[in-house]
């Protein structure tokens, strides 16, 4: 049903910010979570930040989402 | 003067075929199973011959001397024209390229033709002819011949392209999948699904800055390296609109046996497993524009990959799957929790999906 | 990666123990289209112990959006001043006369949008169009169409409209449970909706009803672990409510979020498709926006639904029958030619199944046969 991603806030203001995940930056709604600020991990639906993750909490989201980098481990982008 | 033999006495008149209802949808051209069956229930009845019903990416025509020629076309509509990592002129040749490399063939040479939507910007065009250019280079196949037509605002979107390209394949080479048995292994050139994902976060996320680039390129370079190495490849294929869930699907289907894909193994890059989760999609079903998928004998695996990670545009390839023992032509996917689930080709055009 | 794979094969192995302790069938249900779409794309019903189902309840948007709803959204689409703008998960499902895909195909302006606030750009870039938004989804969507009608507000905009098809989850849930036609031992609950409602909305399921839940996670791992939790609280017979998401969901919930929700939208009653009307299980805006709702602004009277003839997805939806058991699957309906709503979303069960789990024996000759078989998962 509901897809929200989680991501790292890398700018906020005035109720909108961009929020970043292996570099797909993308521009967000904060204002259901005025409390983030730059550097808070965030959960992200349909370009609103829902939830200010706890910090040691979304290091283990993130470690579940590492895995999903699978065998990709260590490639570059240089090959382009 | 003598009249002309050939002539037949009685005109021909075309076969009569059941009218096609409704209208043609988007997801008609997504490359997925609604363009099968456009392929097979309004296109195949009426053009109906050998060459043609085989569907490979390019068909080959019969031997001139010691080698036959692979023919290919391809038209190119993709919105918009310019992505991150390329444009409709650098997939053109790329495209048209790999149908002939995976068929075995050394490209010999392109034929381009451009449509173009009066009010189209110059400057663009320019753009679009630089990269068509460059990737020519980098394929080392030339454009040999063209067309250019105009034509009125609003009856096209910008740009369209055609490519149709003329291989040289040696008599001796023989790819098809009918030739995959089980125990035979698949091989992927690089990580999945960056072309696709690429260009719907262009389309439909313009809003999103990513890292995310297509990856197309020419195959011709990588696909004689693996040739050369492992003269006995089996089939290739470039694991285009459907993605790899596709080409594999296509690959079990007509080999008649079970092929069996290991989720682990599959080259995913971070960035674009998390821009297919933000749109809802799965990195396998979506498109790639420089990767391919071989198949080759289980004792060959190891010199395929190496020929392959020798080359720039494969030093991430790896073992992806093997063929079963099961016959029922059906492809598998064993996931990482070790869980087992069915892959099957995606059905139209992919639709970010949110809530 | 090992550490998420042993934690995985570690409560997989809990499951397998304590189900087998348990003995007798259990079957859970998850609320959230998500679950049912990361339960199959994991494979995990191929490593479930042999007596312990999952059910998919009302918890894909798009599968309980009522036919109505799309037939009314497909009028306005053919005025050729209103542009439609929707996610991406409503543009195949089929309402009376086609979908918001044909209708788009046909010559109408209706295009995808990734959030509600993109709506909002585009009434204020193109002020000649009557702008309407498709509302749909639960609470985890629906303060992001709250704030698209507050931002409009702010903006003064007079070309924006939405038609709002939100859900509720819990009123859905109570209906499933007083009507009495579900047999569920325990209910996995949505993350990302108990991310807004926070878990406390959730507290009588145990409490009234008896019945354990968990909340969870969308990563194979957490939604193991989750299930292990239900047939651990069945099998000491002790039901209560687990959180095992806490890193995104509190016992609030998000107050701010509801605080803008509750100030534009107020509960009503709506029509689920297949479920029928459900008490105070939707939203509509308060009578101070009424300026804001489609349904009103353009005149458009609710047509009556009507489910396509055969189709079974209300009893998909409640868990009552699995997808084959219906005469149209894969025999009429299929994600190509979807009947059913729950065969048009990729997290629909219908498709789900199909899918992953139901497979089509390939022929070449006839590449469409209607031959189906079930897929053999051997452990």
Same mark, same amino acid.
Request: glycine share 8%; charged share 20%; proline share 7%.
């Given at each position: 049903?509901?897809?929200?991603?989680?991501?790292?806030?890398?700018?906020?203001?005035?109720?909108?910010? =961009?929020?970043?995940?292996?570099?797909?930056?993308?521009?967000?709604? +904060?204002?259901?979570?005025?409390?983030?600020?730059?550097? !808070?991990?965030?959960? =992200?639906?349909?370009?609103?930040?829902?939830?200010?993750?706890?910090?040691?909490?979304?290091?283990? +989201?993130?470690?579940?989402?590492? !895995?999903?980098?699978?065998?990709?481990?260590? +490639?570059?982008?240089?090959?382009? | 003067?003598?009249?002309?033999?050939?002539?037949?006495?009685?005109?021909?008149? $075309?076969? @009569?075929?059941?009218?096609?209802?409704?209208?043609?949808?988007?997801?008609?051209? /997504?490359?997925?199973?609604?363009?099968?069956?456009?392929?097979?229930?309004?296109?195949?009845?009426?053009?109906?011959?050998?060459?043609l019903n085989d569907l490979l990416d390019s068909a080959t025509l019969p031997a001139t001397g010691t080698d036959r020629l692979a023919m290919t076309i391809d038209s190119y509509v993709v919105q918009p024209w310019r992505f991150p990592g390329g444009d409709i002129g650098r997939l053109a040749v790329c495209g048209t390229v790999n149908d002939l490399a995976?068929?075995?063939?050394? $490209?010999?040479?392109?034929?381009?033709?451009?449509?173009?939507?009066?009010?189209?910007?110059?400057?663009?065009? /320019?753009?679009?002819?630089?990269?068509?250019?460059?990737?020519?280079?980098?394929?080392?196949?030339?454009?040999?011949?063209?067309?250019?037509?105009?034509?009125?605002?609003?009856?096209?979107?910008?740009?369209?392209?055609?490519?149709?390209?003329? /291989?040289?394949?040696?008599?001796?080479?023989?790819?098809?999948?009918?030739?995959?048995?089980?125990?035979?292994?698949?091989? @992927?050139?690089?990580?999945?699904?960056?072309?696709?994902?690429?260009?719907?976060?262009?389309?439909?996320?313009?809003?999103?800055?990513? @890292?995310?680039?297509?990856?197309?390129?020419?195959?011709?370079?990588?696909?004689?390296?693996?040739?050369?190495?492992?003269?006995?490849?089996?089939?290739?294929?470039?694991?285009?609109?459907?993605?790899?869930?596709?080409?594999?699907?296509?690959?079990?289907?007509?080999?008649?046996?079970?092929?069996?894909?290991?989720?682990?193994?599959?080259?995913?890059?971070?960035?674009?497993?998390?821009?297919?989760?933000?749109?809802?999609?799965?990195?396998?079903?979506?498109?790639?524009?420089?990767?391919?998928?071989?198949?080759?004998?289980?004792?060959?695996?190891?010199?395929?990959?190496?020929?392959?990670?020798?080359?720039p545009l494969g030093q991430n390839a790896q073992v992806i799957g093997h063929v079963g023992h099961e016959s029922d032509g059906l492809c598998e996917l064993r996931t990482l929790i070790g869980g087992r689930r069915i892959i099957q080709k995606p059905y139209g055009e992919q639709l970010p999906r949110i809530c | 990666m090992t550490n998420t794979k042993d934690?995985?094969?570690?409560?997989?192995?809990?499951?397998?123990?304590?189900?087998?302790?348990?003995?007798?069938?259990?079957?859970?249900?998850?609320?959230?289209?998500?679950?049912?779409?990361?339960?199959?794309?994991?494979?995990?019903?191929?490593?479930?112990?042999?007596?312990?189902?999952?059910?998919?309840?009302?918890?894909?948007?798009?599968?309980?959006?009522?036919?109505?709803?799309?037939?009314?959204?497909?009028?306005?689409?053919?005025?050729?001043?209103?542009?439609?703008?929707?996610?991406?998960?409503?543009?195949?499902?089929?309402?009376?006369?086609?979908?918001?895909?044909?209708?788009?195909?046909?010559?109408?302006?209706?295009?995808?949008?990734?959030?509600?606030?993109?709506?909002?750009?585009?009434?204020?870039?193109?002020?000649?169009?009557?702008?309407?938004?498709?509302?749909?989804?639960?609470?985890?969507?629906?303060?992001?169409?709250?704030?698209?009608?507050?931002?409009?507000?702010?903006?003064?905009?007079?070309?924006?409209?939405?038609?709002?098809?939100?859900?509720?989850?819990?009123?859905?849930?109570?209906?499933?449970?007083e009507g009495g036609g579900v047999k569920v031992d325990g209910f996995l609950l949505p993350g990302h909706v108990s991310v807004i409602t926070g878990w406390r909305a959730f507290v009588s399921i145990p409490g009234k009803y008896g019945l354990p839940c968990v909340v969870g996670g969308f990563e194979d791992e957490q939604i193991v672990v989750a299930l292990?939790?239900? %047939?651990?609280?069945?099998?000491?017979?002790?039901?209560?409510?687990?959180?095992?998401?806490?890193?995104? %969901?509190?016992?609030?919930?998000?107050?701010?979020?509801?605080?803008?929700?509750?100030?534009?939208?107020?509960?009503?009653? %709506?029509?689920?498709?297949?479920?029928?009307?459900?008490?105070?299980?939707?939203?509509?805006?308060?009578?101070?926006?009424?300026?804001?709702?489609?349904?009103?602004?353009?005149?458009?009277?609710?047509?009556?639904?009507?489910?396509?003839?055969?189709?079974?997805?209300?009893?998909?939806?409640?868990?009552?029958?699995?997808?084959?058991?219906?005469?149209?699957?894969?025999?009429?309906?299929?994600?190509?030619?979807?009947?059913?709503? &729950?065969? %048009?979303?990729?997290?629909?069960? &219908?498709?789900?199944?199909?899918?992953?789990?139901?497979?089509?024996?390939?022929?070449?000759?006839?590449?469409?046969?209607?031959?189906?078989?079930?897929?053999?998962?051997?452990?």
């Open positions: 049903m509901c897809l929200a991603v989680p991501a790292k806030l890398v700018d906020c203001g005035d109720g909108q910010g =961009v929020a970043d995940l292996h570099g797909n930056r993308v521009p967000v709604q +904060t204002l259901f979570a005025p409390e983030a600020v730059v550097g !808070d991990w965030v959960l =992200v639906h349909a370009g609103f930040v829902i939830k200010r993750l706890d910090p040691g909490e979304a290091e283990a +989201t993130w470690a579940v989402l590492g !895995d999903l980098a699978r065998c990709a481990e260590g +490639t570059d982008h240089d090959q382009y | 003067m003598t009249k002309a033999t050939t002539q037949p006495s009685t005109p021909i008149t $075309p076969r @009569v075929h059941p009218t096609p209802h409704g209208r043609v949808s988007l997801a008609h051209g /997504g490359g997925g199973q609604l363009t099968d069956e456009l392929i097979h229930d309004t296109i195949l009845p009426r053009l109906d011959n050998k060459l995976v068929c075995g063939g050394e $490209p010999l040479g392109i034929a381009l033709s451009l449509i173009l939507a009066e009010g189209f910007e110059m400057t663009a065009l /320019g753009q679009v002819l630089d990269s068509i250019a460059v990737a020519s280079i980098e394929a080392g196949v030339p454009v040999v011949t063209g067309d250019t037509k105009v034509v009125g605002r609003g009856q096209s979107d910008g740009i369209y392209i055609t490519t149709a390209g003329i /291989g040289r394949v040696p008599k001796s080479r023989m790819l098809s999948p009918q030739r995959v048995q089980p125990g035979d292994v698949l091989i @992927v050139n690089g990580p999945v699904g960056e072309h696709g994902l690429a260009v719907m976060l262009e389309r439909e996320l313009p809003q999103v800055i990513s @890292v995310l680039r297509s990856d197309a390129a020419p195959l011709n370079g990588l696909t004689q390296a693996l040739l050369q190495r492992v003269p006995d490849v089996l089939f290739m294929r470039d694991a285009t609109r459907s993605g790899l869930a596709g080409v594999a699907c296509d690959i079990a289907r007509d080999c008649g046996w079970r092929v069996t894909l290991d989720e682990s193994c599959i080259p995913v890059r971070p960035e674009a497993q998390h821009a297919a989760d933000m749109l809802g999609l799965d990195p396998l079903e979506v498109a790639n524009e420089g990767k391919v998928v071989a198949v080759v004998r289980p004792y060959e695996a190891d010199a395929a990959v190496s020929a392959m990670r020798q080359h | 934690t995985t094969a570690r409560s997989l192995k809990a499951l397998h123990e304590t189900a087998a302790k348990v003995g007798k069938p259990l079957s859970f249900m998850e609320v959230c289209g998500t679950h049912t779409m990361s339960v199959f794309r994991s494979g995990l019903r191929s490593l479930l112990p042999e007596n312990v189902t999952l059910l998919s309840g009302p918890g894909c948007p798009v599968c309980v959006t009522a036919q109505s709803d799309i037939d009314m959204l497909i009028e306005l689409a053919c005025d050729r001043y209103v542009t439609i703008c929707t996610y991406g998960d409503m543009l195949r499902v089929p309402g009376a006369r086609g979908s918001l895909e044909r209708a788009r195909g046909d010559g109408a302006d209706v295009r995808v949008v990734y959030s509600s606030m993109d709506a909002v750009d585009i009434a204020q870039q193109e002020p000649q169009k009557q702008i309407v938004f498709a509302a749909v989804g639960f609470e985890t969507t629906a303060p992001a169409t709250a704030a698209a009608v507050d931002r409009a507000v702010k903006l003064k905009l007079t070309n924006f409209a939405v038609l709002a098809s939100h859900k509720l989850v819990m009123p859905a849930v109570t209906a499933l449970l292990a939790d239900l %047939v651990s609280m069945v099998h000491k017979s002790k039901p209560s409510l687990i959180n095992q998401y806490p890193q995104a %969901v509190s016992e609030e919930g998000n107050t701010v979020a509801r605080a803008l929700l509750t100030k534009i939208f107020e509960p009503c009653d %709506v029509p689920w498709r297949g479920l029928g009307v459900i008490p105070l299980s939707g939203l509509a805006l308060r009578p101070a926006y009424k300026a804001f709702d489609a349904q009103r602004k353009f005149h458009l009277t609710r047509p009556p639904d009507r489910e396509p003839k055969g189709c079974r997805c209300g009893e998909v939806i409640t868990g009552a029958v699995t997808p084959p058991q219906c005469v149209l699957f894969d025999n009429g309906c299929t994600p190509t030619h979807p009947i059913g709503p &729950c065969m %048009v979303s990729g997290e629909g069960t &219908c498709q789900a199944w199909f899918k992953y789990h139901r497979v089509r024996v390939p022929n070449k000759h006839r590449a469409h046969a209607d031959s189906t078989a079930e897929y053999e998962v051997t452990a």
